[in-house]
């Protein structure tokens, strides 16, 4: 069992608290505006999101539109979560069989599929996932929508251009014509004026919308875009090979409290 890491901090520690919490996530300014429920019709044309991962108190109402329109489109049989490794503890890109516990529960991995990504230059340790909080604030969300959904979660400490090719190729191989969401968990600008950081996703943000992961790195590194999952998107969209983006909302922490310095987030869908 892999234990949360966050718990009672970057969100509610209790299950009856942390539905309230999402819930407000999703009822916020900045938010959806609705509770959603899931669509049993099942469309199923969204492939691959975007998802922030900061405190649920800054970034929550912003992964809300992603989940949101997540349960508009119908959940998949599964997910595959990547977020960046941001403690630099195991290996360079990792995975683990390791089930995941929240307040909301035990969300199981995909065992199998897990196993069958275990290639290349993915390994399976749980190092790497013991305390990264990236992928774990992604899990309550999917909980709230649905008890029975499971998952894979793979931590990028590597984030180069080829190294995420390699993990996108994998997931696009192995995934192959399976129900699956690839979230992408990542956060953008972080710690410069509003304005700046407005002007520096934009360009981020731009390839994404672009379906560009090549044009997505060429232009983080030479703005230094402090963005902390530029791998996990760029193997999300070689792995999903989406034919339509769209960007559900941006906004920074300066939206949620005044501050000189933010921190920038958006949701995005790949259909």
């Known amino acids: 069992m892999r234990y949360p890491a966050v718990a009672g901090q970057f969100y509610e520690g209790t299950e009856t608290s942390l539905r309230k919490q999402i819930e407000e996530c999703f009822l916020h300014e900045l938010g959806p505006g609705h509770i959603p429920e899931v669509n049993p019709n099942r469309e199923r044309r969204i492939r691959g999101m975007i998802s ?36 630099g503890v195991g290996s360079g890109i990792a995975i683990t069989t390791h089930d995941f516990e929240t307040p909301m529960g035990i969300m199981e991995v995909d065992k199998e599929l897990a196993g069958n990504l275990q290639q290349g230059i993915i ?18 969300f999917i909980q709230y929508l649905a008890s029975d ?27 192959g014509d399976r129900d699956a969401v690839i979230i992408a968990s990542t956060d953008f600008s972080h710690y ?10 934009n360009l981020a943000i731009q390839q994404i919308l672009d379906l560009n992961p090549k044009g ?12 902390c999952g ?8 070689d792995a999903v090979q989406g034919s339509e983006a769209e960007l559900l ?10 501050m000189a310095e933010v921190v920038g987030y958006a949701s995005i869908i790949v259909r």
Not at 230 to 237: D, E, H, S, T, W
Not at 249 to 258: E, T
């Open 216 to 227: 997505l790195y060429e232009t983080v590194r030479k703005n230094r875009i402090t963005m």
């Open 249 to 258: 909302k941006y906004a920074n922490s300066g939206d949620v409290q005044p």
């Open 192 to 201: 410069i004026s509003p304005e700046k950081a407005r002007a520096q996703d």
């Open 149 to 175: 959904k499971k998952f894979v979660p793979i931590s990028m400490q590597m984030q180069d251009y080829k190294s995420a090719a390699e993990v996108g190729q994998i997931i696009r191989q192995v995934i």
């Open 123 to 140: 390994d399976d340790t749980i190092l790497a996932h013991r305390h990264e909080h990236s992928i774990e604030v992604q899990l309550p």
């Open 230 to 237: 530029f791998g996990p998107v760029m193997a999300m969209l």
């Open 52 to 87: 922030p991962h900061a405190g649920f108190v800054f970034s929550g109402p912003i992964a809300a539109h992603g989940f949101a329109e997540l349960a508009k489109d119908g959940l998949p049989e599964v997910f595959v979560i990547l977020g960046p490794n941001h403690h």
